[in-house]
């Protein structure tokens, strides 16, 4: 396919593409069209249906993918398609990740990955608990693998979530060789665990969005309830074992202002506390550093709202 | 039975009290005692068992019943008695709210009240889960009735969480009519389980103190959790409804700070919020100025943690 | 008349508006011309006097109510009115209520309601004091009546501020029932009381604005500063009751950073900083819900700066 | 007379100290005796009076000057005077400042100078309200030549206010030649007036404590009013003149949470902020500083609240 | 010269401006442009270069000194000029300070009177060391008299660090007298030296922005590490001392979120915070005050950032 | 030796230990004594010399390693030794780290480790850099291997700066290969020279307290001037490498309020913030869970101030 980003003035486009935004407008003289924006992983393009009602232009709406044809023309100094025929393309007939920003990291492996670290994890409780989410719950499974960990700001992919749980579990794991005190067990389990939440918080791609319960409830009540659910149904699962995962979940944004109900108050909850903070920061500042252009690169970046502060990457020494 | 604020220097003592705390203490030429304190509603007093092994001294623990006899002396300025015999005093052998800080309002009357308010929640789902609560579940009910609504500041007496709740209640009732937006059957059936948590979170009288469970989880978490099981339960419950009763009790903080992982987002969760601290703020004055001996009347109390400022009692004019 | 609301694209309008703006402006060929927004309770319309020199052109200012005839045409996608003719309107010739937003709740009922409250306040000091506002002072009352409760937000309309102290006051009512301990009559006093202020910190409307001395002082000085000198011409009015009177006013606000000077010390004092909270909370929710069009009712209305959230209404259940 | 601070054990004493506090106590015996503090400006001493109905002990209560006659033994390393005879002392047999932290400032010229300023202020309606307060109220200059600026911390002693009144005064004529943008008669008003509240708000010495109504209403309120009513008995003294002015007043604390309920919206309330807040703390650190006794110049004196560090002396370089 | 804030439409211009921006556009039709914005002390122009490539346009950057000539026409209600010929003006063909706001004092003067402040401190050492920066470094002297004391707000003009460097001093001399307990040399020192990390901070004019060490290091830790240097170098100065002295350097700013990394420890660190503080905000409200238009005279001038409050001028009373 | 944890009463006492505390005292009846406070690294021990002049009483004083010979009885429940001579002891007499806190790693091999980590940084300046302070200053190196991270809280024992700095540097090597956008060797030879100010913040073993300069300046701005000067007797070091590495120290902490004066702009800043707090935080929280005694294990162990919640361990599952 043509990617949006090598689109020039001029060019004929025919092609699918997701069609994020559709709403209908008016002209002056009260003629009706459609704004459209379409969108691949590599950006995004502005159209015009001027015609909305001819015959070669189907019915669709945002979040289609949709084949379209038409002129790419230069409008106030940004292209701007206008599209003659429009059909809605069927599942098939485009490969999603062509217009979903995805995951650096292969998600079979990842995949692959985590089901390695839930060997780990000897206590066979929390094993059968873990499993019961990753290996056993194939809605879950494909829920977890597909979401972002956010709908903005740091792993908004398909595949984020899993890459972010990935990365903390990981420090958790040298956490737990660092610091001999930490229960791996526990941590290993609880960091696997942190945001399963997120997949009943943000809709899947392409929306990306918060949900009802999402907003209502949020991930860590979410999550901590899912654990609670599955834990009741291994029925030899120690009730206090149960609460102390509970309020890792529950602890694990370490603040109230964050949205955690409870302080942490085991070594585990502030360990796991520390890597989601630390792995949240981390990819942020990863995610701008590595988007940076070669002009760019010794220059500042402007105030970062969530740093605090106007930020630059370090020189090359 | 003669109450402890009775007591004077001289008297001899053959009553029972709840032994609140007992300890085992060593005189300085290292023979063994007890320091054990003795409670009743009126207050607590000293005690010491000087012979623990003396053939009239039962076995007892703290938060027993007891049987004591013995006498009461002065030391360093407060009373203090000798104990020579103890003996555990059974169920039936002594009537619980003569030891425990009991609710001015009698509880049965609270039950009928806390009833008749659930017959007007119309709504089929709502009813059929607040009676699953409050009708049908035996062991709840006894918690519930029984327990205080907070470990100290406000209603820390036996009774007092079903007195807050429909203290609130009420207020929520009252709102119902004065801004018709709300919903009613929401915002009443929200009110009277907003702070169900509180029978995992708190322990039963005599204790009545966090619990493990109340720690780690809070009673934010555990009340919600414990309405989206029993909901569960009832086949036709809209999950909506459920996520909207269940964010009303998870923001009925009000404020992150506080312990609510959400901030109101519906309008009869902001009610219940007004309502709850409404109520808690209110019933803590009212506690400290009915409290007040006639001496204190006119003067200041000094500075008040929770109120942030020194406070006194209004004129009677 | 015909309301802004009810005009389209080739009306002619011939009726008297508000002129809530006015402003002169030249065209790119420097003739001169105004730029007018007329308005009533059910809009604002944008309008052009292109020739203001013209006979037909009385002089008129902004916040004068205006005779206007011209026509209505579309610019850019809003509605525009090019006006020829423009008459001052004289007091009469028009009813002031159909151009200002108005309280949904009847003026005159208010009042009554309002006397009728005062009349429960037996001591014979408080009773005068609050007499001498809320019946003898005609200027006073005329104010009072007239205000909004506010710039913008929540009571911002005709009647706002009565209709605000009755709400306020009558929660009051009902805590003084449900907590004993207040004093009936200095809690009833001060409600009434609480935001007289008002009348000299907000103009009255049209313009509704903030006064000189409203930006200087603050309702909550001037309102205290109000009762003290009312009260100073009742020769036998307690010192220390107009002390306790007057700190309920100023601590109504209940928190330093929200202007009060002083924290609630009274319960009192407490009881009218809750009702005063209460329904500017739920006053400001209700008009968001009630303004609600049909098919915004299921929907997220965005972050609102005010409750920290985004917000939505509950479901009709 | 004999201070205090030069009595050692074994002496006698025969001389007119401030009995601070007195309390009647019982011994383990149940005879009654009283627990008496007494007090000069060089320190306090702890005092018994065994036979509290003998014949040589008069009536007498704290805040008393009193004759004591008795001896000074040492109990648990402290000095104690055992008193025989106590004789309630009269105006003019003891002198006040012999009793009471005074200002170093000798009050008479402090006054002279304070006078001299207002004569600096050529505004005729500033001028004449000044008058009414520091030249013609007689009842008024007493109080403010006496007070303390506060209760504690800094100013504490009799003069302190009129000290702190001039300080705060002579850093505003500093400010008004190096801004000239301020308007002097204006800022200079200001800074005399804008701590009289405190004539209300702290009672006066001995006890120098907080009035009921300096805890209900502050002194920047009851100042601001004390300010109206004078003003309001000059008939031609402008209303806007007034409010600016009662403006620097509500506003000279700078903040909301130091109990300004306005932030300074005029350069003259500003500046009068930043005077107020400058000569606060520099007096406080003098007072520490020159405190210190010689082998404390060089260390550290702890952690210091109202500053938030430790602190100590810089060296004499 | 012409002045920006003297031209008309219909005025030709040739005449040497500051190019302040500079970036090349494209007009719909491809062709290339410049935008450009001239620079006075009197403001700026927005200008357009058509034929960016013809013959009498040289090559020129921003902040450079250019020769213009063209003609002024107005476009959407603002002068613009259409540039024909541009050359870069060379040193000695334009006065720098037409061009820059500069402050209303005599820079000589300023330093003049600096110089004399130097000799008033008698401790040797202090007085090398303030030798060692204000009378031999030279560079750092023409760096000190040029640079403004902020990038906005205040002091942001040519001579500003100097200016508010004075300004700062005499109000510390000030303090010294009403303070006895201050250490003269030390402060006055102190004050001389609190802002001089800015020459490192702030780039010099006229780009005056902040640099890549401003950035990253801040003017608070580069003074005192400036002065750690030159100090070192004076063989005797006692270690001490230049702790204290960079101590009140660091702690100038009074409070950790204003970027000192230690709160005043010392009397004269408090008081080159008051002094600073109040300098810094005095001129701020100074500046706005004085470029008042006649007509906003009496006006609120809407709400202020930095003062969180509506300003407006006092009255000329 | 004879640890101080094996006393028991009526033993014998002659054994060396280092004197914490010393003061003089007064009998009820004048005579003089010491009450000195006796440690080694298993606790303290008070003790009294009754006769502080007799013969055998050599002239001692705080932190003196001293023989002591006398014996031990119980006082109100606790040990304590009455000594009778007292002797001052050599350097090489006693074993320090039998007397003080040590850290559980072995002091060589940590530092072996360091080396080893300074071998992986390539780039020849930084390399250089770290070996100016880590191999070639003895001095320097001497007090960073026997210094404590910190006065109280986590790794104030001999050796803990130097196994924070290690647990930091692993920890920010892990990140290296976790976020490859950061540049090793500036990460790297930030974390290795993050708290060296604290070599001059805290006094060696056994004071272990802040310095004078320690208070003035802290750690953080006396680490960067450090690194500064050595840096600067490197002739090629890149300026802007300097600023960088500068920046790194001064960030440390993260936020303002806990000191640091520059918030991370640099992403190694960043990551050395997160690493630097995981480790306070882990290891106070490792210090704090391994000294549990089993009958404390499953206990909650009150309010920690530092987490802002009460804590417990987890269980052993």
New interface residues.
Partial sequence: MRYISDLNEGDNISDVYLCKYKVQA?T?NGKPYFNVILQDKTGTLDAKVWEPNSDGIADFDSMDYIYVFGDVSRYQ?ALQASLRRIKVARDGEYIPSDYLPVSPFNNDNMYTDLKAVIETVK?P??NKLLKSFFIEDEEFIKAFRMRSAAKTIHHSFVGGLMQHTL?VT??CK??TK????L?H??LISASLLHDIGKVREISGFPQNDYT??G????H??MG??MI?EKARAIPEF?P??L??L??CI?AHHGE?????????????A??LN?AD??DA???T??EI??ELTVEKKGQ?LGYNKL???????????
Same sequence: chains 1, 2, 3, 4, 5, 6.
């Fill in positions: 008016e002056r100094g206590n409780n929390l990365a990981r420090l040298y956490y660092a610091y001999p005190a229960n067990d526990l009802d319960d907003q209502l409830l949020g860590i009540v901590s309830e609670a120690p206090k074992l609460s102390e509970q309020h529950l109230y202002e964050f949205g955690s109900p409870k302080k942490p108050a085991l070594m585990e502030l360990a520390m903070n630390t920061k981390m990819e500042m990863s550093m590595s500042w740093f605090e502060s106007n930020i630059r990457k370090a020189g090359d020494w």
